[in-house]
């Protein structure tokens, strides 16, 4: 993974991934990125 990312919030994208979820909900990631084939959606900025 690159760029800046807390240790929690890496825990959560790779475990996310290792379940080959395509998507994660978090209100802490910026909505849209996509971060190791995970994309990350925010409802509270759709």
């Known amino acids: ?3 800046n990312i807390a240790f929690w919030d890496s825990l ?3 475990a ?3 379940a080959v979820c395509k ?3 978090t209100e ?5 990125q996509m971060i190791e084939n ?6 509270f900025k759709a």
């Open 1 to 3: 993974m690159s760029g």
């Open 12 to 14: 959560i994208i790779t």
């Open 23 to 25: 998507t994660i909900l």
């Open 28 to 32: 802490e990631l910026n909505a849209g």
């Open 38 to 43: 995970v994309k990350i959606f925010n409802l």
């Open 16 to 18: 996310a991934r290792r």
